[in-house]
């Protein structure tokens, strides 16, 4: 501690002020966020509906993904969460497809705006500011499908995200992944091409060394007891301005597993 701040903390009211921060940073830690990452979400919030705005990329992709998770679980009346749901693209697509779904995140901002959205929309979604951790400490194995997708790049330990999530399912249920890997090419498509030359995404968006190698994620999901099904690579054709799905898992990814057990 320097000692400015020790002197300052004599004062029993900076004190308690002090102590409260600690207790606030301290809390984030052990709750596996990131505020960093965190504030970044929040600060751009309101453009996450504009379909070409600087989440137009998730716009793009949603009904990519979606059709990829309809093909591997039976979203009709499943018990959905989608953990790191910001706005609610993805959140309110799996209600749409005829899910009951909670959508958790830990930024304030975008949950308000994926609340008003509903509103506009119609569509039923449960947002609460909560994280995996701590959803797993209250509902365990009461999820057929969760959905994790492109936030495990943003958690200091995605490790326990996975585990709070085979946690969350129950015997049988799926959980589906995304995210990018950690090599060269992904450096240079990723953050070079996506956020600086083409500008699909914000500068700053992405921290190369939080990308994650499928090997990386397929370790942590086995460790906590998830068994893989399926991955596939998502592209992106400059030329065209497309995205597919495809074979190639280098750059975007989607991985899908099931918590052991009968249905
Ligand atoms: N899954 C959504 C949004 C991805 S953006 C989609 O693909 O459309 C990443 C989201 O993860 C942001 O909304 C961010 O606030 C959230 N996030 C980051 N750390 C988190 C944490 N520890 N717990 C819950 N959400 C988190």
């Known amino acids: 501690m320097v000692a400015g701040v020790q002197a300052c903390i004599l004062d029993p009211q900076l004190r308690g002020l002090y102590y409260a921060t600690e207790l606030i940073c301290m809390n984030q830690a ?17 453009r996450w509906w ?17 059709d990829w998770i309809r093909q591997h679980a039976d979203l009709h009346g499943a018990n959905v969460v989608d953990i790191g749901c910001g706005g609610g693209i993805l959140a309110e697509s799996l209600a749409q ?25 119609g569509v039923v979604v449960d947002y609460r500011q909560t994280t995996a951790e701590d959803l797993a400490a209250s509902e365990q194995s009461q999820y057929d499908v969760v959905t994790c997708l492109e936030m495990l790049e943003h958690v200091p330990d995605p490790a ?41 995404l914000p500068a700053g968006t992405h921290e190369y060394r939080k990308f994650i190698r499928p090997s990386e994620l397929d370790a942590w999901a086995r460790t906590a007891g998830l068994e893989l099904c399926a991955s596939i690579g998502m592209h992106y054709n400059p030329l065209s301005r497309a995205y597919s799905l495809g074979r190639g898992l280098d750059v975007n990814y989607l991985m899908h597993y099931r918590r052991p057990g009968t249905e």
Do not use: W
Not at 30 to 46: G, I, M
Not at 97 to 121: C, F, N, W, Y
């Open 97 to 121: 497809a005829g899910a009951k779904v909670t959508g958790i995140d830990m930024a304030e901002s975008p949950l308000a705006v994926a609340r008003l959205h509903q509103i506009e929309s």
């Open 160 to 200: 326990g995200v996975i585990a709070s999530i085979h946690t969350l399912l129950r015997p049988g249920g799926h959980a589906f992944f995304s995210t990018i890997n950690r090599n060269p090419k992904s450096f240079m498509l990723a953050i070079v091409g996506a956020e600086y030359l083409l500008k699909l």
């Open 50 to 66: 504009d379909p070409d705005g600087e989440f137009r990329p998730l716009h793009e992709i949603n009904p990519l993904r979606l």
């Open 30 to 46: 052990q709750q596996n966020v990131d505020p960093a990452e965190v504030a970044k979400f929040d600060a751009l919030a309101s």
